[in-house]
């Protein structure tokens, strides 16, 4: 990729817009093919969320956000943070994706020394804006840094991945309505609907449904989308960048461990146990799925 991705501004063609598609789709089982050899180092993890999100991850670092791979403090970039520290396998597979993290360190994922943890720290990834474990304070953070990018004149943009069960946090929506207060449409918040939390289904831990008309209630311009269609996600991302006035929302419906059937039909589980002899299986699986 170029040193600077830039988001289109003029409607591409049909025939541009399918190749775009595609370039994104063979991203995203880049990122799920990062994500399973990162999850075969620890035997377990967050692979489901890391396999669900692929789509939308792809769709934002290899489409969306404008920054350099080799300045990840370039003043002008847009900021992606991640509120939920435990997505950190999602984020570092679309980074390495997005050449801001060598593809061969991926390796050292969740080892002593590594500079990529289980749980994402600012101080030790290089492109990692925010430290995650306490959940439901990504977005009070990316309320502030739009505030003071505006403050400064500075048009990059703030992006906030949030995953549903951060909608039972009371951060969340204090840092929702000063969003919209500020009419700060520098920020788009991303929701991944998973529908599933560490205690089981969200809709059993809390009730968070109707989520587009909670954020419509709080001011802001509010989209969902099928999570795993790329050609939706990309419609629903250019429809944003083009909004003004208020922050928007994408809702992003998600299936846990998308792409790769033996994991998507498993019991959800919010820390997933694959064994030795399924990696290579979920591989395949996986190349098979993009072959179609
Ligand atoms: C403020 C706070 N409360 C509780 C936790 C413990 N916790 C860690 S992950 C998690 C599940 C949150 O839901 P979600 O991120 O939707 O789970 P997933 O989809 O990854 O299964 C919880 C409750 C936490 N990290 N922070
Ligand atoms: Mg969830």
Excluded at 247 to 253: E, K
Aim: contains cysteine; hydrophobic residues 40%.
């Amino acid at each position: 990729m170029t040193s600077l991705s830039t988001p289109r501004t003029a409607a591409p063609s049909a025939g541009d817009q399918a190749e775009r598609i595609a370039r994104i789709r063979q991203a995203a089982y880049r990122i799920r093919r990062n994500a399973l050899d990162m999850g075969e180092v620890q035997g377990q993890g967050y692979i489901g969320q890391a396999l669900g999100v692929a789509d939308v991850l792809a769709v934002v670092y290899t489409d969306q956000l404008r920054f350099r791979p080799e300045d990840p403090h370039w003043p002008d970039r847009d900021r992606f943070l991640l509120s939920i520290g435990h997505y950190a396998i999602a984020a570092y597979a679309a980074m390495a994706e997005a050449g801001i993290i060598p593809l061969e360190e991926l390796e050292t994922y969740g080892s002593d020394e590594s500079r990529l943890p289980m749980s994402a720290m600012a101080s030790y990834t290089p492109g990692m804006e925010i430290s995650g474990g306490s959940l439901g304070h990504g977005l009070g953070v990316a309320t502030g840094m739009a505030l003071g990018l505006r403050h400064l004149g500075n048009p990059a943009r703030v992006f906030n991945l949030l995953s549903d069960g951060e909608l039972d946090e009371g951060s969340t929506w204090e840092a929702a309505m000063s969003c919209a207060h500020h009419g700060l449409d520098n920020v788009t918040a991303i929701v991944d609907v998973n529908a599933l939390q560490a205690d089981g289904p969200t809709a059993g831990v809390l009730r968070t449904e109707p989520v587009t008309d909670k954020w419509q209630a709080f001011g802001w311009h509010a989209l969902r989308v099928d999570g795993n269609d790329v050609a939706s996600l990309v419609a629903a991302f250019d429809e944003i960048g083009e909004h003004r006035g208020s922050p928007s929302v994408l809702i992003c419906d998600t299936r846990v461990g998308s792409g790769v059937p033996l994991l998507e039909t498993r019991e959800k589980a919010h820390f997933m146990r694959v064994e030795e002899h399924e990696w290579q299986i979920a591989r395949t699986q996986l190349e098979e799925g993009l072959a179609r």
